[in-house]
């Protein structure tokens, strides 16, 4: 495993099928009862605009995955998940010293075949969402009310699937099309369960500070089922937009509990020419990196009333 100032950057575990994303490695195994699962391995990697940073942020994965573990939990009883343990003494086939280096940033889950479409959902008004309303009065072609500003709440969320293109940037698609490339039935069920969950989530969130602007949610079907899961990891400051609710004033760029302030860090190289968003990433500064820590941990105890072990 390889490290880069105590960020895991990189994972090699004696495990079949190794596959690498921006921040997850993930890997293939039967588990003592014989079932087949996927290992998924948050790295402490970073990336934005697409681009993965030459340095990680120290203890990143572990965060994402212990709150992705509570809103799992937490939403056991609202839809079947993919999460089976976050203990790598449940992975055959490791020794302690693997083992030890996976704690607190692994999730076991249930292999499912992923539906192609990210299903996003919009509580307020931000992002490209907002660049898409100032220019036709909607989002993703659902229109609004006129009036709103930038970090307006939209009372009632919309779903706004996308895509995959070719070069790996999102695409927003109307449902129409996310209806076509994996059928009708899907895409209504997957559109109702993203809103309920976005919702139930939404208003946990505000009883504790904090706002979430939006989040993406990705779904998988089982081998041998027919019914969605929930899969990946699911409202963490990577997938979502998580604002201060004490802070929170329409009308402006907000304060943000994400890796939006990895984005204006970057933004400042762009606006120096200095980078193109293009890889490879730049190194993040100290700073930038203590800071990010330190938001993600914000977040989490926000959350649960707990710190998290790093």
Not at 275 to 302: E, F, H, N, S
């Amino acid at each position: 495993m390889s490290r880069t100032n105590d960020a895991l950057m990189r994972t090699a575990l004696p495990l079949p099928g190794r596959r690498q994303g921006k921040v997850r490695d993930i890997y293939e195994a039967t588990l003592a009862d014989g079932t087949e699962a996927l290992v998924i391995v948050a790295s402490d990697r970073v990336s934005a605009f697409d681009v993965v940073m030459a340095n990680g942020i120290p203890g990143k994965g572990v965060v994402l995955t212990q709150i992705s573990r509570f809103w799992f939990e937490r939403f056991s009883g609202l839809v079947p998940h993919h999460l089976i343990s976050t203990d790598p003494a449940d992975i055959p086939g490791l020794d302690a010293e693997q083992r030890a280096q996976l704690r607190g940033r692994v999730m076991i889950g249930r292999k499912a075949q992923v539906v192609p479409v990210e299903c996003i959902v919009r509580g307020y008004l931000a992002g490209s969402g907002y660049k898409d309303y100032l220019k036709t009065g909607a989002v993703c072609g659902i229109k609004l009310p006129a009036g709103m500003v930038n970090g307006s709440r939209i009372e009632e969320p919309i779903f706004t699937p996308s895509t995959k293109a070719e070069s790996g940037h999102d695409e927003n698609i109307s449902f129409a099309a996310a209806c076509d490339q994996v059928g009708e039935a899907l895409m209504r069920t997957l559109r109702e369960l993203s809103i309920r969950i976005y919702g139930e989530a939404r208003a946990y969130a505000a009883e504790r500070g904090i706002i979430i602007a939006d989040t993406k949610f990705e779904f998988g079907i089982p081998r041998g089922g027919d019914a969605p899961i929930l899969i990946d990891e699911v409202l963490t400051p990577d997938s979502s937009r998580f604002w201060p609710a004490a802070e929170y004033q329409p009308g402006r760029e907000q304060d943000s509990l994400d890796k939006q302030f990895v984005r204006n860090y970057l933004e400042t190289l762009v606006a120096a020419g200095t980078w193109d968003k293009t890889p490879p990433g730049p190194t993040l500064p100290d700073d930038v990196v203590a800071r990010t820590i330190d938001i993600y941990r914000q977040a989490y105890r926000m959350l649960t009333g707990t710190d998290v072990e790093l």
